[in-house]
């Protein structure tokens, strides 16, 4: 392959990859692991600085001696510049903007007209953040508006200078380390030499099967496993209100139909958030309008779970303001994040919440979330507190099921005014004062909040 290269007598392969978050970190640790040079770069001095001192500054399990490891050892390093490689990855976000869902290429863009001054013949672009069918293609022309002395797959098939490709994540925050590895890769060419040039270089590491494909088909593939999970949890939020309305017991009526041998519904939670569910499925909206009918209302439905969230809050605070002769109502919002025990707020319906309540109390509202150490901005009416703390409000609503609620599930059924929106409880707590104790491990394995 050209991607190889020689450094101290020895063959040894140099990639540079693009945006050092949730994706693009774990992945140049794990590249590094396996014996390739990487040159990390961030637009954040501050990121750069701290992958340079061997840390990191996101929470994921096993990253921190991954990194440590790699930055000692020589084979990662970052850098606000790239410079040249062999292959150049980018994982860079790729949000929507507008109440329209229009997708933003902008961070791509960007990121594409950055390395491009560095390419040369035999150079393999790879673009691993999950993007509109095709975004890739874009990509590609992009590099060549910055460099026309060089061939592309748009211009030149397959005799083309650089190699392009589309290579998206499928990995689950809190395992990435581990899934990086272990799960399979969908690796979409712009030409067949493409593919194949990008798959060599995935497996490196990959222990899953490297299945090859065009690039249009593997954008598709990511937005279309993203929004087929947006569904069954649109269909899991909205059956819990229909529950509520009808005052039957979600989480019991769950338990009964997955004894069906081909029912398998999740739970419902406070909304859908991350950086995949919560945005991939727009992206399909918004090149097949006409055609996604489904996928938007599944969109729509998640959307709205927390207004609904809101609205029992609100009816819970009035219900206890009837007895503080006029004092503030205290609400506690317990978790932020947009998933169990970790600490990424993206998209996160949680942390939405917890903002508008702070926006229309009197009182600062209580946040217990055991996995940050500062508030976001946005929550300026609003203190973050211990577990303990937070049960001292008059009004708790449970966003999150972090592991430390679980455990605290006794103290948590034995307060007065809990709306537990993620089955922490195993029961809402408002309709059905006998709560019953629910085992922790089923509990925990059908979340539908998570991305």
Not at 100 to 122: F, M, N, Q, T
Not at 286 to 299: D, H, N, V, Y
Not at 383 to 394: H, K, Y
Request: net charge negative; charged share 25%.
């Amino acid at each position: 392959m050209e991607y190889l290269v020689v450094t101290d007598g020895k063959a040894s392969k140099e990639i540079v990859v693009v945006g050092l978050g949730y994706i693009g970190l774990p992945t140049a640790a794990v590249f590094a692991q396996h014996g390739v040079k990487v040159l990390g770069i961030d637009v954040h001095q501050s990121v750069v600085d701290t992958i340079n001192r061997g840390e990191i500054h996101i929470v994921e399990p096993d990253l921190d001696a991954a990194v440590h490891d790699a930055v000692k050892n020589g084979m990662l390093t970052a850098s606000l510049e790239p410079r040249a490689a062999d292959a150049f990855l980018i994982a860079v976000p790729t949000p929507f903007k507008g109440h329209d869902h229009e997708p933003d290429l902008s961070y791509i863009e960007a990121a594409s007209r950055k390395i491009a001054s560095v390419l040369k013949k035999g150079d393999v672009v790879i673009l691993e953040s999950t993007s509109p069918v095709g975004a890739t293609e874009k990509m590609a022309d992009w590099l060549a508006e910055e460099r026309p002395d060089l061939s592309f797959p748009q211009q030149a098939g397959a005799a083309s200078d650089i190699r392009i490709a589309h290579c998206p994540e499928r990995v689950l925050p809190g395992k990435v380390m581990k899934e990086l590895i272990s799960n399979d890769r969908i690796v979409g060419g712009m030409t067949e030499p493409c593919g194949r040039a990008a798959k060599e270089l995935y497996e490196t590491f990959v222990e899953g099967d490297c299945i090859l494909t065009n690039v249009r088909a593997a954008e598709m593939c990511k937005l279309a496993e993203n929004a087929f999970r947006d569904v069954n949890i649109a269909f899991a939020n909205e059956l819990s209100l229909i529950c509520d309305k009808q005052g039957i017991d979600i989480w019991e009526l769950i338990e009964l139909a997955n004894r069906h041998p081909r029912v398998d519904i999740l739970k419902p939670g406070a909304g859908v958030g991350g950086h995949c569910i919560a945005v991939d499925p727009w992206f399909i909206v918004a090149g097949a309008p006409a055609e996604s009918r489904l996928i938007r209302t599944a969109r729509e439905v998640n959307n709205y779970k927390p207004e609904w969230v809101l609205e029992k809050v609100a009816a819970a605070a009035k219900d206890a303001a009837a007895s503080k002769h006029g004092a503030p109502v205290t609400i506690a919002a317990l978790g932020l994040a947009f998933k169990p025990d970790i600490d990424d707020l993206r998209e996160s319906p949680a942390k939405r919440i917890a903002s508008i309540l702070a926006e229309r109390s009197d009182a600062p509202v209580l946040v217990a979330e055991p996995n940050i150490e500062a508030l976001p901005e946005g929550l300026d009416n609003a203190e973050l507190v211990s577990l303990e703390r937070a049960l001292e409000a008059d009004v708790v609503v449970v966003l999150v099921g972090h592991r430390e609620f679980h455990r605290n599930a006794g103290l948590l059924a034995r307060h007065g005014a809990v709306i537990d929106a993620v089955g922490v409880l195993g029961g809402n707590a408002l309709a059905t004062p006998d709560v019953r104790p629910v085992d922790e491990e089923r509990r925990s394995e059908k979340s539908a909040a998570i991305a």
